[in-house]
């Protein structure tokens, strides 16, 4: 299993950024996938959780109504669109592959992705 994650980079406060998440090595449609950060000196934080189908998604309530992940099956590639940016978004972000049953303790990560949201 390999998981690229691409897309992040420099952003002004309330800006916008795609991030992409390619996948090889498995069956993409039949597994959890799920875009976690991790701020400096923080835990992981799982902000974005999407059912094997696709049509459940899970948001942190922080990246509510700012986020919006989509797994698109066709492409093996999960996204990750990210609006109205904030200081408190710099993290780097990693997508994660979950089991068939749950996006919790991933066994297949992305090498991660820095977003830095600053004037």
């Known amino acids: 299993v390999q998981l690229q994650a691409s897309g992040g980079g420099l952003v002004p406060p309330g800006g916008s950024l795609e991030l992409s998440c390619a996948a090889s090595?498995?069956?993409?449609?039949?597994?959890?996938m799920s875009w976690v950060r991790r701020r400096a000196g923080q835990d992981f934080e799982w902000i974005a959780r999407?059912?094997?189908?696709?049509?459940?998604?899970n948001y942190e309530d922080s990246v509510k109504g700012r986020f919006t992940a989509e797994k698109v099956h066709a492409t093996n590639t999960l996204w990750l669109n990210m609006s109205d940016l904030k200081s408190e978004d710099t993290a780097v972000y990693y997508c994660?592959?979950?089991?068939?049953?749950?996006?919790?303790?991933?066994?297949?990560w992305g090498q991660g992705t820095q977003v830095t949201v600053s004037s």
């Open positions: 994660a592959k979950g089991t068939q049953d749950s996006p919790w303790e991933p066994d297949a």
């Open positions: 090595g498995l069956a993409f449609k039949s597994y959890w």
């Open positions: 999407v059912n094997p189908s696709g049509g459940l998604i």
